[in-house]
């Protein structure tokens, strides 16, 4: 171990000695519950070896890339965070595991890394939020499935609630439930590849889509069957099963059947309908006007509004509109 200079790291409100020093690489271990490391292994219930990690890490294009950088750059700019004792890497896993790459190359140059070493009896909570702070309201530099499972696990780990973890990084609760929920629906549905994390975000926050695996017996399984084997293209396109849904009637509804039986894809789905002109704009528009008010009146509630003469105003002009407008469409049916 190099010289050592005393610090004092903020954490949550709380002041923790570190020390600054530089690190022999072999010395030091990987984390592994760091998120990355779990995203890369696509691990289980059982923790891997160090040389699992380090074997599977080094392939990963994003340690190649951190390797160029730290070669260029000729060390590291930030250094990594090491708990004392059992000197596992918290923080700068990936530049471990490029540093183990270059010194492979040159055992000599890069035998040390720049580090900072926090308290061996440092609190898994000021853990948990140090590395939030860094990769959820910080840079950002873990993938969202990287983050969800970050939090996911410190919720089944420890007392926690979201409330709490909320406080903790300074961020909303809704933020954090959306990011739990999107990691659970897929834990549920046996698909934890990080690339397909955007595929189950717009299964799950599109109403359209919702409302269709409601509505369709196996739709929601055949989907999901299609993100698992790569038939859907792009996550967008996953919209494409909202838009069927939200025209609503009875051809969109015969095509989700098909592709809930897999007669049909989205693709050849969605062309059918958008063949018809009900996905237009203008025809959503009114057709959600026509809904909200059908809703309104059957509840009671526009009768029962206090500014029922304001809407019975409005209701008049609109109705002139529509005449003109059904009286041009006539016009233009003849000609």
Known sequence: MSKLINDILIIGNVDYEIKRTELKQKDLKFFPENPRVFSVLNMTDEEPTQEQIEEIMCKTEHVKKLKESIKSNGGLIDPIFVRDGDMVVLEGNSRLAAYRILHKQNPIRWSKLKAILLPKDIPDSAVFSLLGQFHIIGR??????????????TLCDTNKTIEILAAELGITKSSIKKLIDVYEYMLENGDNHPSKWSYY??????????????????LEDKIIDDIKN????MAIDIRK???ISKVNDNLSRRILNDIANGERDIYSGYEVVEDTGKMDNNYQYIKNFKEKIL????TGKLLKDK??????FELKK???????ILLNIEKDKKQ
Request: charged share 35%; proline share 4%.
């Open 241 to 243: 099963l909202g838009d």
């Open 230 to 233: 790569n038939k859907i293209r």
């Open 307 to 312: 500014n029922i003469n304001d809407i019975e």
């Open 201 to 218: 975000e717009e299964l799950l926050k599109n109403r359209g889509i919702k409302k269709a695996f409601e509505e369709v017996p196996g």
């Open 318 to 324: 609109i109705q002139k509109i529509i005449e003109n």
């Open 140 to 153: 950002k530099d873990w993938e969202p499935y990287e983050q969800a499972g970050y939090l996911y696990r």
């Open 295 to 298: 809703n309104s009146s059957s």
